[in-house]
């Protein structure tokens, strides 16, 4: 995804860059290849007007192996003397070098220039905590009254003669070390008081991030008109840096500088950065549109994996460019991945299907699932997990049309500071909270972000895949959790991880509490999976309830009907009954009461025997309580108390009706839990009083009137069938 990009950017770099003292200093970074970290330092410089050069663009890298562990990085000596040689004998000509993977601009060459010669070097380099590589040239160092005393050589700058000196004091081997070899220069006193080399002590220009993070913080400078602009200081120092280096193990800090640096985001513009290189698929015709390998991973039981894969079907991207990889290690979830893969499966480029009995690891598959992206040839790797819920069907669209190389929806539990991604790492690697983390989870902040870490949904560009072998790019590391193993190994490969919160894209179900030894296991989910169980089991037209311009139907005086459940719910609460199958004998006495007796008695199952109570009055007091508040002005109790909350189970052979009685209520509840005319005939409730019957009851749909003095009422008989109510005696 990037790679297309970058050169679009590095171009217009080249022929648009516009700078007052571009005849006074230039600026020099060595690349060999378009990385996620170059990208960004070239689109910090073209904010700023800064046309750097780029030497080894598209070469082999020269300077040593694996140099973010080992020495190293004597090629950009060498690359820069050969850049530097037509300018040597120039004393108006300033350089600038910085390095190029690591590396943010925050303000323009004018600044930068300004600063440097207010310092009064000739030759100047950005300075930090450690001595590196050799501690022991440590003690040789001058000492310092104040700020960092030792050189780092990811910044330096200088007037062309001085710095040519430098450069030229010794020979350097492409694989020696850079950092070394000026270090052995600035201990040279000679050549340094020679070409007044200095560095740069408290940051006024180069701040170096490794030891020094705790020092930085980012500030907001307002302007007159338009959007703020984020800047660093250096708290310790008092000084506003103009370069900064996020060399050695600093990088994740720098990461998250950058999601604000150089004009990336504003609070009025929003995300800046998002839009670079970022295309439109709306008018590319099907068949020219990516192929995807869509890899689905269920590694554990999930509530609501029926809604998820539903979702993911409906992502709106032509499913014959669409390869599944589907892993389910759940036995539990067999049957649903194989009504999906029946119903579905053949509308995809191709299914495979790892199933529980197989074996497989979650790690196992995992790369698995990338192999396969290979040999279907794929250019988008998608992977979704069963607790991802994908509500926007535009999701896979978005992120790929985002353009980056790995990119993920930022997808929260309702309400919870819980997400998908990390926004910072502790030094083991494990979760820990940037400042900005609540901000993006609760979208108060909008945009593209570069984070440590992400899970459960993502899209990679196969060009990765293709660049990294298996050794390299792999969910098995350290017996760490899969996710956990694949993000470290990105961050090795200098790999930025992105969550884009430009848009709403879905959410996590939490599986923390999803027992599947109960009957209807979902049903016990509207604490902990609020928002999908009332997905599930509320009745699609409960919200019209409280529309001003619609009159609530009321089939008999003071008694009101209100659509409230599913079918599904109807259909679940029956089959918890069911299975639980301890109906009472419908005698006076009752074990269950306190007391022991039961006046008006029936054939009934209450909540509390299948460890349904807490839930049924969670149900009262969020959906039920607003509709008796809505119809019965004046009355308040909040949360509503009811003792007996039961299903009541009414057959011809059994017992088919219920003599004349009053409820030990304030009000009561009765909902349908099945049909007239479908599952039995007969039934219905008749108010005595006021000799008005409601027969012809509506599934999932709730009477709901007076129970004590005014409502006397009846239980209709069932002649044929099985009819089932639930019942709740509000407020007793």
Known sequence: MISHSIFAIFLALISSAISETNDDILV????????????????????????????????????????????????????????????????????????????????????????????????????????????????????????????????????????????TFDVIEDTDDDQLFFTKAYLDEDLRKKVGFKLDHKSEIFQNLNGAVSEVELFEVKAKEGPEEYKIQNVLYHTVPLILHGNGPSKLSLNYLGNYLANSWNSVEGCVRCKEGQFDLKNKRANEMSL??????????????????????????????????????????????????????????????????DGTTEWAARDLSLAQCLSKNCDIYFSVDSVAHLDNPHTLRLLIEQNRTVVAPLLPRPGKAWSNFWGDLTKEGFYARSNDYMDIV?????????VPFIANCYAINATLLKKFDETKLNFDRDNWDADMAFCANLRDLDVFMYVSNRVDFGHLVNPETFDITRVEPEMYQIFDNEQDWEARFIHPEYPENFNPEKTSLQPCPDVYWFPIVSPRFCTSLINMMENFGKWSDGSNKDPRLEGGYEAVPTRDIHMNQVGWEKHWLEFLRKYVRP?????????????????????????????????????????????????????????????????????????????????????????????????????????P
């Open 28 to 167: 020099f970074t060595v690349a060999s290849e378009p990385t996620d970290g170059f990208q960004r330092y070239l689109s910090s410089a073209h904010h700023y007007h800064i046309a750097p050069t780029v030497l080894g663009f598209g070469q082999e890298w020269k300077g040593g192996s694996d140099i973010k562990n080992r020495p190293g990085g004597g090629w950009k000596i060498n690359l820069l003397k050969t850049a530097l040689e037509p300018h040597k004998d120039d004393p108006t000509k300033i350089i600038l070098f910085t390095d190029g993977y690591d590396v943010i601009f925050t303000d323009t060459l004018d600044a930068i220039l300004r600063k440097f010669k207010e310092t009064k070097a000739r030759v100047l380099f950005g300075a930090e905590s450690s001595c590196w590589p050799d501690v022991q040239l440590a003690p040789k160092y001058p000492q310092v009254t104040e700020g960092k005393r030792f050189l780092n050589s990811g910044l330096y700058m200088g007037y062309a003669p001085d710095l040519w000196q430098v450069l």
């Open 292 to 357: 995807v390998l869509l890899a689905i991973f269920v590694e554990f039981n999930t509530p609501f994996l029926e809604e998820m894969l539903s979702k993911v079907y409906s992502q709106e991207y032509p499913k014959h460019r669409i390869d599944l990889f589907i892993h389910n290690a759940m036995k539990f979830h067999s049957k649903h991945i194989t009504d999906f893969i029946e119903k579905h499966g053949s509308e995809y480029r191709s299914v495979k299907d790892i199933k529980p009995d």
């Open 442 to 450: 609760h979208n108060d902040k909008r945009g593209l972000w570069n």
């Open 627 to 731: 509709l008796q508040e809505h119809v019965f002005l004046g009355y308040f109790h909040d949360p509503p108390r009811s003792l007996m909350n039961f299903v009541v189970r009414y057959k011809p052979d059994e017992q088919p009706s219920l003599r004349p009685h009053h409820d030990s209520s304030t009000y009561t509840i009765n909902i349908a839990l099945n049909q007239r005319g479908v599952d039995y005939e007969g039934g219905g409730c008749r108010f005595i009083r006021y000799n008005c019957s409601v027969v012809d009851t509506k599934l999932g749909w709730l009477l709901i009137h007076p129970g004590r003095l005014t409502h006397y009422h009846e239980g209709l008989k069932v002649t044929k069938g099985i009819r089932y109510i639930m019942i709740a005696f509000v407020d």
